[in-house]
């Protein structure tokens, strides 16, 4: 079973920002603080909430001296499922799944994109080049490239072009790795990456315990998709 949740950083208001803080680790406070940039601080902030929130409703209280890093430096918590995180624009995704997980998210944007597919696969250039749009194929391919290597472990150390990530599976090292295309926002493209072909997935809008930051506080109306 794959968990993915994703939330709007603008759920969270500029003069909450310090009073999240205060609920998270020491460690994770500086990661977040050493962002200059507001949305960047959130998008940090929001992931690092969703996962504490996560372990706390899986009954996990005291991780801290858990956490660890692996030789790519991707970071997992000792004795708990693997998880993943992605941000993009104002949207942050943060998944959790029983296997090795992968999870990517774009917001869709003209950018020039012929520059950035020399890196690709020759079968992934041809891919993009034969597309009716371009761009959007563009960004198909590189939400599954991405989320296959942070599901693998790997990030960018064998080069963007290492892999072909067309199908709907993709080899590597022995392991039959499978794509799953989700849908979040119109505005947006986003991919999972498992071991698992036919992993039950479920999708749903993060929701803060908001009394639990702010008892004297009544949550937002807003709905958090509704203002890209």
């Not at 003069?15 to 999240?20: A, K, L, S």
């Not at 960047?40 to 996990?60: H, N, P, V, Y």
């Not at 041809?126 to 989320?147: G, H, Q, T």
Request: aromatic share 12%; glycine share 4%; proline share 4%.
């Amino acid at each position: 079973m794959a968990i993915v949740y994703y939330f709007n950083v603008d759920e969270i208001r500029d003069c909450e920002i310090r009073e999240y803080l205060q609920h998270l680790p020491a460690f994770m406070q500086q990661e977040v603080m050493k962002y200059r940039n507001t949305i960047d601080q959130k998008s940090r902030l929001a992931a690092r909430l969703m996962l504490c929130e996560s372990l706390r409703t899986s009954g996990i209280d005291d991780w801290q001296d858990k956490w660890r890093k692996n030789v790519h430096n991707k970071p997992f918590i000792e004795g708990w499922k693997p998880f993943n995180i992605s941000h993009s624009g104002k949207l942050v995704v943060f998944s959790y799944a029983d296997g090795s997980i992968g999870v990517d998210i774009e917001k869709v944007q003209t950018i020039q994109h012929g520059e950035l597919m020399r890196y690709f696969h020759a079968e992934e250039q041809e891919f993009i080049r034969s597309a009716a749009n371009k761009l959007d194929s563009f960004y198909e391919v590189w939400v599954k490239k991405e989320a296959f290597l942070k599901a693998t472990g790997t990030g960018l150390v064998n080069g963007l072009n290492a892999c072909n990530c067309i199908l709907k599976n993709v080899s590597y090292q022995g392991d039959c790795w499978h794509f799953h295309v989700i849908d979040i926002h119109p505005d947006y493209k986003s991919c999972l990456c498992t071991l698992n072909e036919k992993e039950p997935i479920t999708i749903s809008a993060f929701r803060f315990e908001r009394a639990q930051y702010f008892p004297n506080i009544n949550p937002p109306s807003s709905n958090p998709l509704s203002y890209m």
